[in-house]
């Protein structure tokens, strides 16, 4: 979505970066992952076509979203693929109505999952949904075995609306009132920035180090 190509929001352990080219060789290699693939309902793809799934992310008008990085990890200095973390998306589904949307939350990283990670990350997507796409209903469809996910979800005022015994997942929808709105953007610790603004500050920082690390001639 053109809409965040430019959008970085920042949270207390998780910075949210629009997905770009180079995340995708990181991202391809967990995708090899047949936990991930069958959490994320998916099918492996070859590098090329996660490329183009990248695009079509960037481009689509229906599509949203975010790489999560570990806030700490790059305010260390790490390269920014070794930050990643996982991602979150939104998907309009409705092109009638263009305010309901479906929420997905992935943390391919296992050393990062029970540390609140995921639950940061989603409350920021909800928090974006909500102020900048103007989405006042959200979707969520989890697999029956994925009990941290249904805990997570329902903790976020998600209640479920039916089960697929065939897919073997639950479906879960928010509809946000304008009170729960207000608490959301009230309680949601949340810096906005861009992510040229992110980069230039990270360029700075590593010229800085760089400098400092010069030993003068004596």
């Not at 180079?22 to 099918?43: D, F």
């Not at 492996?44 to 806030?71: G, H, N, V």
């Not at 729960?180 to 990270?202: A, F, G, N, S, W």
């Amino acid at each position: 979505m053109r809409v965040n190509e430019d959008a970085v929001l920042r949270g207390q352990r998780v910075l949210l970066v629009p997905y770009e080219p180079h995340h995708v060789p990181r991202y391809h290699e967990w995708m090899k992952s047949e936990e991930l693939q069958k959490l994320t309902a998916s099918e492996p793809l070859t590098l090329e076509q996660e490329y183009d799934m990248q695009r079509s992310w960037r481009e689509d008008a229906d599509k949203c979203t975010f790489i999560i990085l570990d806030a700490l990890r790059w305010d260390q200095g790490f390269p920014e693929e070794q930050c990643m973390v996982g991602d979150v998306n939104l998907f309009l589904i409705d092109s009638e109505n263009p305010a309901i949307a479906e929420i997905e939350i992935m943390i391919a990283e296992p050393g990062f999952r029970g540390r609140g990670f995921g639950e940061e990350s989603v409350r920021l997507m909800l928090f974006y949904g909500v102020t900048a796409l103007e989405i006042s209903t959200f979707q969520a469809k989890i697999g029956l075995a994925n009990l941290t996910s249904l805990r997570l979800f329902h903790k976020l005022h998600f209640q479920d609306v039916s089960v697929s015994e065939v897919f073997e997942e639950v479906t879960l929808r928010w509809e946000v009132t304008e009170p729960e709105k207000q608490q959301l953007i009230k309680t949601c610790p949340v810096t906005l920035t861009t992510y040229k603004d992110v980069k230039r500050t990270m360029v700075d920082s590593e010229q800085d180090q760089r400098r400092a690390n010069i030993v003068p001639d004596v």
